[in-house]
């Protein structure tokens, strides 16, 4: 916050800032939502911090409870696992979908269709 | 208001940092999980400002302050996050006091040389004072000037 000025002499040095991601940015999302009005200085701070939060327990639970724990990989997969099976993410059901395969949906749907037939028989 | 949709997305760079951070050494995080992520994030925000937004209209409040925010993530079942959250406030206020007490000082320099000329500049001061507390980013610009 005090890029501008070089005479602050209470300047502290980047290692111990204790957020990383941008406010300003962070209140853009904030004021993109259109009941809010005005943010002070503490609920952008936290916000922030929260989202750094959310996005470090996102990875790791997505990690811990994934498939690629040997192989040392997290995938578009086991997120998709974790937003699907732990409660407090499924505000995130809409942005991660599960992904399936066109063969295996096109199966499902005949097998929808067939069954469908057999009791309309 | 932000003007292009990718106004919305949070810094990839900082985004894949902070996921680094949280996984054990060695651990490779797909494109597609990294995007992932970053999209999660920012519906975490809208999801927690609109969360927030609620506590402060139900106590009629138009600005949002840290309770809305703390309030929010109990009710999105975060409760894990408001400890730290709350040891977080309490470094950044600290700082933010540390800050203020050196600007208030240089102020005060300041008013002692324009004191003579204009009575005025006092009140515009103190206005700026209140536009501080709601404004974090505008707060060093004026001293920058002298």
């Given at each position: 916050?005090?890029?501008?000025n070089p ?12 957020i990383?991601?941008p406010?300003s ?6 004021k ?36 690629g724990?040997?192989?040392?990989t997290?995938e578009y997969?086991?997120?998709a696992k974790?937003t699907e ?6 505000f995130l059901?809409?942005?991660l ?7 295996d949906?096109?199966k499902t749907?005949?097998?929808?269709q067939?069954?469908?037939e057999?009791?309309?028989? | 208001m932000?003007?292009?949709p990718?106004?919305?997305?949070l ?7 902070i996921?680094k ?7 490779n995080?797909?494109k597609e ?10 519906v ?7 969360c927030a937004?609620n506590?402060a209209?139900?106590a009629k ?15 999105m079942?975060?409760?894990?996050f ?10 950044y206020?600290?700082d ?5 007490e050196v ?14 000329e204009?009575?005025?500049s006092?009140?515009?001061d ?12 505008e ?8």
């Open positions: 916050m005090s890029r501008n005479n602050k002499d209470s300047q502290t040095p980047d290692a111990k800032k204790s990383s991601l406010v940015r962070v209140r853009l999302i904030m993109s939502s259109p009941d809010v009005s005005s943010i002070n200085q503490d609920a952008l701070f936290l916000t922030t911090k929260a989202t750094e939060l959310f996005v470090q327990h996102l990875a790791l639970s997505s990690f811990n409870n994934g498939s724990k040997d192989s040392n997290l997969s086991d997120l974790t099976e732990n409660e407090t993410f499924h059901t809409d942005i979908p599960k992904k399936i395969l066109a063969r949906y096109l749907l005949e097998q929808m067939e069954e469908e057999e009791a309309d028989l | 932000a003007e292009r990718e106004d919305l997305n810094p990839n760079a900082v985004i894949t940092r996921i951070e949280a996984l054990p050494d060695g651990v995080v797909s999980a990294r995007r992932a992520i970053s999209q999660a994030a920012s975490f925000v809208l999801y927690a400002t609109s937004n506590f209209m139900k409040r138009k600005t949002l302050n840290a309770g809305d925010v703390l309030a929010a993530m109990e009710e079942e975060f409760e894990r408001m400890e730290p959250l709350r040891e977080a406030l309490e470094v206020k600290k933010q006091k540390g800050k203020k600007s208030e000082q240089k102020r005060k320099d300041k008013e002692k040389k324009v004191d003579s204009n009575d005025k006092r009140e515009d103190e206005a700026d004072e209140e536009e501080q507390q709601q404004c974090m980013e707060e060093p610009e004026e001293e920058v000037e002298n």
